[in-house]
């Protein structure tokens, strides 16, 4: 069974992700929100900490072992900080990480090291649908094969960077099976539509994606001619967005408990009323019985068990539920306040609500 307690090398890197969060990503959060833009340098000091390489052997220039469990640890101490700029800095996972899982060995080998040994670049995926009964596992999206080619046709949403991203991957329907391809920017056929404005999130740059026969050679077909299973994939991305929603949750909470014991009210501390006191111990109870089922989820995927994908679809599916009721009473409990945009609560409210329909936007 999985141990509660960090590691010595998970507990040096939730250190310096926990002083990243309060001197970094918190203070700047608002603002980033406000003018829909992350501050210069904010995501190159956090892709400098080395989540994602510490995820990757040597022989790909990383500097460890891929643990589903130290990311979710990550993952959900980045996000306590700010969203927007969590999925930012970890947005190379999006191409990184299902080559590790997917990828023949060639492919390993040539798209993995420049990703890691570099700066950070936008290298970034493309899965959601602008489709109101959209499922990554029956896409819109198609890829047609034509002699020694693919053939794309489709649009995406919600795709990270896609503006400046200098590779994708991008997931086609092909036959039936939800298959991932790498694109190049600039492939003809190709289109980046304008940013998309959403009710959280704003900090984040998303796009649409056209693909107009946009053509891949067999070479650059995730797993090759063979192709790859797709739930590994899902699955990562499942219970990296379930550990996101803990760490906002999380922030809700403490920024909520903080205000009911600061705020007097007819001379009364807003804590000591029995019904806000009440909230808050369902919301705190909600949040570590969440934190636990993506922590074992995670357990499960580093083990390689087979009930792991039901785990992660339970621990996305509880954590987009626990996010938007803690986030809603934290903003209840700050009463009028709640509603001002000086306060951070109203702004976790509007990025809570989007874990529902953030597929493919995370992995660990």
Same mark, same amino acid.
């Given at each position: 069974?999985?141990?509660?307690?960090?590691?010595?090398?998970?507990?040096?890197?939730?250190?310096?992700?926990?002083?990243?969060?309060?001197?970094?990503?918190?203070?700047?959060?608002?603002?980033?929100?406000?003018?829909?833009?992350?501050?210069?340098?904010?995501?190159?000091?956090?892709?400098?900490?080395?989540?994602?390489?510490?995820?990757?052997?040597?022989?790909?220039?990383?500097?460890?072992?891929?643990?589903?469990?130290?990311?979710?640890?990550?993952?959900?101490?980045?996000?306590?900080?700010?969203?927007?700029?969590?999925?930012? %800095?970890?947005?190379?996972? +999006?191409? %990184? &990480?299902?080559?590790?899982?997917?990828?023949?060995?060639?492919?390993?080998?040539?798209?993995?090291?420049?990703?890691?040994?570099?700066?950070?670049?936008?290298?970034?995926? /493309?899965?959601?649908?602008?489709?109101?009964?959209?499922?990554?596992?029956?896409?819109?999206?198609?890829?047609? /094969?034509?002699?020694?080619?693919?053939?794309?046709?489709?649009?995406?949403?919600?795709?990270?960077?896609?503006?400046? /991203?200098?590779?994708?991957?991008?997931?086609?329907?092909?036959?039936?099976?939800?298959?991932?391809?790498? %694109?190049?920017?600039?492939?003809?056929?190709?289109?980046?539509?304008?940013?998309?404005?959403?009710?959280?999130?704003?900090?984040?740059? &998303?796009?649409?994606?056209?693909?107009?026969?946009?053509?891949?050679?067999?070479?650059?077909?995730?797993?090759?001619?063979?192709?790859?299973?797709?739930?590994?994939?899902?699955? #990562?991305?499942? %219970?990296? +967005?379930?550990?996101?929603?803990?760490?906002?949750?999380?922030?809700?909470?403490?920024?909520?408990?903080?205000?009911?014991?600061?705020?007097?009210?007819?001379?009364?501390?807003? /804590?000591?009323?029995?019904?806000?006191?009440?909230?808050?111990?369902?919301?705190?109870?909600?949040?570590?019985?969440?934190?636990?089922?993506?922590?074992?989820?995670?357990?499960?995927?580093?083990?390689?068990?087979?009930?792991?994908?039901?785990?992660?679809?339970?621990? +996305?599916?509880?954590?987009?539920?626990?996010?938007?009721?803690?986030?809603?009473?934290?903003?209840?409990?700050?009463?009028?306040?709640?509603?001002?945009?000086?306060?951070?609560?109203?702004?976790?409210?509007?990025?809570?609500?989007?874990?529902?329909?953030? #597929?493919?936007?995370?992995?660990?």
């Amino acid at each position: 069974m999985y141990a509660f307690s960090p590691t010595e090398e998970q507990q040096m890197l939730l250190d310096a992700i926990s002083r990243y969060t309060e001197n970094d990503l918190g203070p700047a959060a608002r603002d980033a929100d406000e003018e829909a833009q992350l501050p210069p340098g904010l995501v190159e000091k956090g892709w400098e900490m080395g989540v994602l390489q510490a995820s990757i052997p040597d022989e790909y220039f990383g500097f460890g072992e891929h643990s589903a469990v130290t990311g979710v640890l990550a993952a959900e101490a980045m996000a306590y900080g700010d969203l927007s700029a969590t999925m930012a %800095v970890m947005n190379p996972n +999006l191409f %990184v &990480l299902p080559l590790l899982f997917c990828g023949t060995e060639e492919q390993k080998q040539e798209f993995i090291p420049p990703v890691i040994e570099a700066e950070w670049k936008a290298y970034t995926a /493309a899965l959601m649908e602008p489709k109101f009964d959209f499922d990554p596992n029956d896409l819109a999206t198609v890829a047609e /094969a034509d002699g020694d080619d693919y053939v794309l046709t489709g649009e995406k949403s919600y795709v990270p960077f896609a503006n400046e /991203a200098e590779m994708m991957i991008v997931y086609a329907n092909l036959e039936g099976k939800t298959q991932g391809f790498i %694109v190049p920017a600039g492939a003809e056929g190709l289109e980046v539509g304008d940013r998309q404005k959403l009710l959280g999130l704003n900090a984040l740059p &998303l796009f649409n994606v056209k693909l107009d026969g946009v053509r891949v050679p067999q070479g650059m077909r995730l797993g090759g001619s063979d192709g790859h299973d797709f739930a590994p994939i899902i699955d #990562s991305s499942r %219970v990296a +967005l379930a550990a996101m929603a803990v760490g906002l949750s999380k922030a809700a909470f403490d920024y909520a408990v903080e205000y009911a014991k600061d705020r007097d009210v007819f001379g009364v501390k807003v /804590a000591q009323k029995q019904a806000i006191a009440f909230m808050l111990a369902e919301m705190g109870t909600e949040i570590e019985a969440i934190r636990m089922l993506v922590w074992e989820a995670a357990w499960m995927l580093d083990e390689g068990m087979e009930e792991a994908s039901k785990e992660a679809y339970l621990a +996305l599916t509880g954590a987009a539920d626990m996010a938007m009721m803690v986030t809603d009473r934290a903003v209840q409990i700050l009463g009028g306040h709640g509603y001002i945009r000086e306060h951070p609560v109203e702004m976790w409210m509007r990025n809570g609500r989007g874990f529902a329909t953030f #597929s493919g936007l995370a992995m660990v």
